[in-house]
């Protein structure tokens, strides 16, 4: 995409951006010219390396648990200090672990609500600190890296995950059609099947056979696939479609 959007000047914090797709967003939006804040829960060295590779003055590796309000303020507040503001927020950072319809009940509830923590509240308080960030500076866009799973339903052992998408998808739907005044933009990514590791699990688990026949252009998505469209819509050059959905499904899943 290089030469069609310049993001030169530009500051973004991306959830989860030490590997998979977050690490293919943070290398694409640092090679368009953006500044960005690479967030990371345990990826401590995979973190490190990615920042010494791209530039230290052009990513900042910054440790934070989803599943605490007082990292996401410590975060927020890190990512403002680096280059004095924000101007784009990714919410990629996701956790899809497997919990049984058949798990007894207390491990069922307590896997349920650490993934709602994790996937959708910690995106509404970042979402709700961008938001008010914005509205002192001018303006801002806020991303969500979603899925097929928040439409058309999960598998049972994941049923959280798409639940959580679900709500997600929701949310900026809601920033976007009560903020547009504010001139704060809002864009959905559909996600598809990416080949990441946590896609690699799911092929484990089910068979690549089973999850490429669902898949019209024969393969899986790539990370580079969906930070072409991140790129894109930090650029502005969407405004007006704010509050869309973009699928990247690899037309397995069209909306």
């Known amino acids: 995409m290089s030469g069609f959007v310049d993001l030169t000047g530009k500051t ?36 490190e390396v990615i920042a010494d590779e791209l530039g230290r003055d052009r990513c900042l590796p910054v440790q934070a648990n989803m599943a605490s309000w007082q990292d996401l303020d410590r975060l927020w507040a890190e990512a403002i200090a680096w280059k004095g503001r924000v101007d784009v927020l990714v919410n990629n950072a996701a956790i899809r672990q497997p919990i049984s319809m058949q798990a007894p ?27 008010l960030h914005y509205q002192q500076a001018g303006g801002g866009i806020v991303m969500g890296i979603s899925a ?25 739907r809601g920033i976007a059609r009560f903020y547009a005044q504010d001139n704060i933009q809002t864009y959905l990514l559909c996600v598809g099947v990416i080949d990441t590791r946590q896609g690699k699990d799911m092929v484990s688990i089910y068979g690549a056979e089973e999850m490429l026949s669902e898949i019209p252009m024969g393969s899986f998505g790539t990370p580079q696939d969906v930070a072409n469209v991140v790129v894109f819509c930090a650029s502005g050059r969407a405004r007006y479609s704010s509050g869309a959905t973009i699928d990247v499904t690899g037309a397995s899943f069209i909306h």
């Open 12 to 47: 973004v914090l991306v959830t989860g951006g030490s590997r998979g797709i977050g690490e293919g967003i943070v290398r694409g939006l640092v090679g368009e010219g953006a500044n960005v804040v690479l967030n990371y829960g345990s990826s401590l060295e995979q973190a």
């Open 105 to 131: 009940s207390q491990e069922w509830n307590a896997h349920w609500l650490h993934a709602l923590q994790v996937n959708l509240v910690a995106t509404a308080h970042l979402s709700r600190l961008a938001v």
């Open 148 to 172: 097929r799973i928040a439409v058309r339903g999960d598998r049972p052992d994941f049923f959280h995950d798409g639940a959580s998408k679900g709500g997600m998808n929701s949310l900026l």
